[in-house]
């Protein structure tokens, strides 16, 4: 059966009542904005994923394409983000395929907002969503249970007080691509620094009307590791074993396997 | 019974967690000419204000719009759903639907997934024979026809300012006037409620749509 | 209906002590933090109780801030009563012991740790519970990313599990030195605040020799 199984339900409310507690699932508590600017839309992110107070990636993607046009950031469950938007992804190609247009923005947030409304806030996706298309360029937000909002700029997840607080005090009408970019990565930094399950780098993505759109992967690296003082390398033998003894594993020869693969490929 | 559930205003532990609350002050007159929807424009989620400039006021037809209170993903799917109603309705008899279709349409989706939804509408409209009619449509799925209706956790501030200050064929400024008094006391008053004030008016001349910020409306 | 509940979140990040042959160190970072938001930046953890001891609490701050007041008042007392002596650092472990059984059913929610020089000229490290259990260790880590830290220094301080590759016996542990356990504190720190999102802004570093005190600051990561 397609969608969702949910044969577990039970056992694992039983095992909760018992005192079992859930695994962790991956949180991006995280800071996105999105931001309007004369010639189109930007999306930025930053890109520390956790597990609860610990780290659980520190440089990760947040912002992904659902078509060529349109994007979107999200906070909230990293599988759930991860899976929302790819699923949507697929079902905006076939439709554009099927319609012969590039999809709309309306039509990508449309299907994701009934689809989360469906699920009750059960799947934790909180999207900001952009996009240019041949009614303009759009920006929304779109929260797990289902509501959306519109704006001119947006901001979501754990750190958008901090990131709200730049955009509120610095955001104009009529902003350049330019001041839009530089506008976007300093609400990400407040949220970077302020906000502790935001951190690491920023990454932006711009897109633009007639334009390819173009994705900034670590468009700012306020946060490099620092250099290490000692250097942490074990000499040999210093872990302790029982027994030693080798044993050779024999490999099939290349030709081998090049064989069998080119077999089909060389009908001529 | 519970007094919470008697309650006129939205149930605050009914929302699920995190979910987006428009703790609300909503309005809908009639007036000479047709009828006047308002809202403030917050949203919120718990104490943070989710949206300043949020626009509850919704079209779920040319001439037949509706105020939202509760949860904004519930009210957001509610409308969609009538809007798309309203729109087979117009292809399947070849005539405009009527506000009291629309409200039938709310009460019915309302109160058939009472268990699950926290709504709480205003819907208004402008009918060519009957003028301009409101109805609410509160938490439950029940249906009141009235001359003017207020709902939303700030409507419980403005109950008796209302009821003082409503005349009956009052002109367009009038209106205007009183739907903005109302609510700037209802904003005033109630902490969920902010923003801007936004009204829509429909009279036999389409939809006008109007703007107050804070600093328009508010005394001081 | 919700009942007041006297302890909090409010927390420093973490810290860390090693103990020398001649020397001691407790580190500790100055961020200090509730919940995702960060109270403080520069909020040294690292008290000051005199006659040269030093003492880090992680854990609920506004009992390690009580525990610091109570422990002051102790060794004022000492003074007083015995002409100005010195406490040593055995005495005020034990007295440090005494505070938190005290208060066995409503403890302090505290990890404490002190360091100071042992009679013998040794750096001394001592390390407590929430109740008083306490015992005087070659290191220790407290605080949010002790699970990150404590592994580190089993590993480069005892060499826990490891053989000495020239003689196949288990690799002994050396007295390190100064240098080398700076080194390592800082390596330690840079580590934790990669990972544990408590942890960063500035490392503070109290260096304990026969000389006197030294104090260092390094910084972390502040994101």
């Known amino acids: ?268 | 019974m519970s007094i919470v559930s008697q309650s006129p205003y939205v149930d605050m532990k009914a929302l699920k967690k995190g979910e987006v609350n428009l703790g609300t002050s909503i309005m809908a007159i009639k007036f000479k000419d047709g009828v006047i929807l308002g809202a403030d424009s917050r949203t919120s989620m718990g104490a943070m204000v989710a949206n300043r400039v949020t626009d509850k006021l919704t079209k779920v037809h040319d001439n037949i719009w509706c105020c939202r209170s509760g949860s904004a993903a519930d009210t957001q799917a509610v409308s969609e759903y009538v809007r798309l109603y309203l729109d087979q309705y117009k292809i399947n008899y070849g005539r405009e639907p009527t506000p009291k279709t629309a409200a039938a349409l709310f009460r019915k989706l309302c109160y058939e997934n009472k268990n699950v939804l926290t709504a709480g509408i205003i819907c208004a409209g402008f009918d060519e024979k009957t003028g301009g009619e409101i109805y609410s449509i509160p938490i439950g799925g029940s249906v009141h026809k009235q001359d003017y209706a207020i709902a939303g956790s700030g409507s419980s501030y403005i109950y008796g300012l209302c009821n003082t200050h409503y005349k009956q064929e009052m002109s367009q400024d009038e209106a205007v006037e009183f739907v903005k008094m109302s609510l700037t006391q209802a904003i005033r008053w109630d902490g969920s409620s902010g923003g801007c004030i936004r009204m829509v008016i429909l009279t036999k001349n389409g939809v006008e749509r109007l703007l107050f910020t804070p600093q328009e409306y508010q005394l001081n | 209906m919700s009942r007041f509940n006297p302890y909090g979140d409010s927390s420093g990040g973490s810290s860390l002590a090693i103990a020398g042959a001649d020397f001691a160190i407790l580190a500790g970072d100055t961020r200090h933090s509730t919940g995702f938001s960060i109270d403080s930046r520069d909020q040294s953890q690292i008290a000051d109780l005199g006659d040269g001891l030093f003492l880090t609490s992680n854990g609920f701050s506004a009992d390690a801030k009580q525990l610091v007041d109570d422990l002051r008042t102790q060794i004022k007392w000492y003074h007083h009563n015995n002409n100005d002596h010195k406490l040593s650092i055995s005495a005020a472990a034990r007295t440090t012991m005494m505070l938190l059984y005290g208060k066995r059913f409503f403890p302090y929610y505290v990890n404490p740790i002190m360091i100071g020089m042992a009679d013998d000229g040794t750096g001394a490290v001592y390390s407590f519970d929430p109740l008083g259990s306490y015992d005087r260790e070659p290191s220790r880590a407290a605080g949010h990313a002790s699970e990150l830290l404590m592994p580190f220094l089993d590993n480069q301080v005892t060499f826990a599990n490891q053989l000495d590759p020239q003689t196949g016996e288990p690799r002994k542990r050396l007295d390190l030195d100064l240098q080398t356990a700076v080194d390592l504190v800082k390596d330690a720190f840079t580590g934790a605040a990669e990972r544990q999102v408590q942890v960063g802004d500035t490392l503070e570093i109290v260096i304990l020799t026969k000389d006197g005190v030294d104090r260092q600051y390094y910084d972390l990561r502040r994101d």
């Open chain 1, 1 to 268: 059966m397609a969608g969702l199984s949910f044969d577990n339900y039970r056992r694992n409310k039983s095992l909760e009542a018992s005192g079992v507690l859930p695994p962790k699932t991956t949180s991006t508590g995280t800071t996105i904005v999105g931001c309007k600017f004369n010639g189109g839309v930007i999306l930025s992110a930053d890109t520390r994923a956790t597990a609860g107070m610990v780290v659980a990636d520190k440089n990760c993607l947040k912002l992904h394409r659902l078509a060529p046009n349109i994007w979107c950031a999200g906070a909230g469950t990293a599988s759930d983000n991860d899976k929302v938007t790819e699923l949507e992804s697929s079902q905006l190609e076939i439709h554009s395929q099927w319609t012969g247009r590039a999809p709309r923005v309306v039509t990508a947030l449309t299907h994701l907002k009934q689809h989360l409304f469906k699920y009750q806030g059960h799947v934790g996706a909180y999207l900001i969503i952009a996009g240019v298309d041949v009614t303009g360029s759009h920006l929304f937000s779109l929260h797990a249970h289902g509501s959306t909002d519109v704006g001119p700029y947006l901001a979501l997840g754990s750190g958008s007080m901090a990131a709200l607080s730049v955009l509120e005090s610095k955001w104009k009408e009529d902003l350049t691509k330019e001041e839009a970019m530089e506008l976007c990565s300093e609400a990400i930094m407040a949220g970077v620094f302020n906000d502790l399950a935001s951190g690491s780098n920023v990454d932006l993505c711009v897109i633009e009307k007639g334009k390819p759109s173009r994705l900034h992967r670590g468009y700012k690296q306020p946060n490099q590791r620092l250099q290490k003082q000692r250097n942490y390398n074990f000499d040999i033998g210093t872990t302790s074993y029982f027994e030693a003894g080798s044993e050779v594993f024999y490999i099939s020869k290349q030709s081998d396997l090049e064989t069998s693969a080119m077999e089909v490929d060389q009908v001529s």
